[in-house]
């Protein structure tokens, strides 16, 4: 696939402290960074404007799924993304290391429809670890492929992978991971994992008991739009 270029997309809500840099350093691999704001209720948007991105802000909180489907419904109405772009989700919390963009650029480039980054989860408690190797488990017996970090917010999608979360997912919440996991593998799409080192836990955040078992229930569902469309 020849992508011609490739597009940030920077989900964000209250998350003040940290969107100047991840901001900052995105901007060093891509001339498209979009922040879409998730109805912050501090100065987020007001950082990531005078920061140089390209903000687009909900007027109420609707959720990370929600917000993700917008993005890329925005991106793509207002010829943004192309057949033959590429778009990237990174988290605006700085958990991850933004210079890992252009191996999810290669990715897409070599032909990948979804590139996934890999988290080393080793300075994570170990209830959070084991919960993500309960996701793992189920997120690839419903999509068919081996998932080896389900979670992950890092993530890019080719133009076609993009137009499938519009059509199949429907959670509202960070169940769009799981559902994502679900449409790449029953829709036969590329799947390609980068392995980062640099991801940190943040206390308080990631997924909790109730909030797997919700992410759970949106695979399935995911699933079952897929398989009856085919009858």
Request: with cysteine; aromatic share 10%; hydrophobic share 40%.
């Amino acid at each position: 696939m020849e992508t011609e270029k490739i597009v940030i997309g920077i989900p964000a809500k209250n998350e003040e402290k940290t969107i100047g840099k991840v901001i900052k350093d995105a901007k060093k691999y891509s001339d498209w960074v979009y922040v879409f704001d998730d109805g912050s209720s501090d100065k987020t948007k007001w950082i990531a404007i005078r920061s140089g991105a390209n903000v687009v802000s909900n007027p109420i909180n609707l959720g990370k799924g929600a917000t993700v489907r917008f993005a890329i419904r925005y991106l793509i109405d207002n010829k943004i993304l192309g057949i033959n772009d590429a778009v990237c989700f990174i988290d605006a919390d700085g958990q991850c290391d933004v210079s890992y963009i252009p191996l999810f650029f290669d990715g897409i480039r070599k032909g990948c429809d979804m590139v996934v980054a890999k988290r080393w989860l080793g300075k994570y408690p170990a209830h959070k670890r084991f919960g993500n190797w309960v996701l793992n488990k189920f997120s690839s017996l419903l999509s068919g492929l081996n998932i080896k970090d389900s979670e992950s917010g890092y993530r890019a999608f080719s133009y076609m992978m993009a137009l499938d979360i519009l059509r199949y997912s429907s959670s509202k919440s960070y169940g769009i991971e799981f559902e994502c996991n679900v449409i790449c593998g029953r829709k036969k799409h590329r799947l390609a994992y980068i392995p980062i080192l640099e991801s940190t836990y943040i206390s308080g955040k990631g997924t909790k008991i109730w909030d797997g078992i919700k992410n759970i229930l949106s695979g399935i569902i995911c699933l079952t739009k897929i398989i009856l469309e085919r009858k």
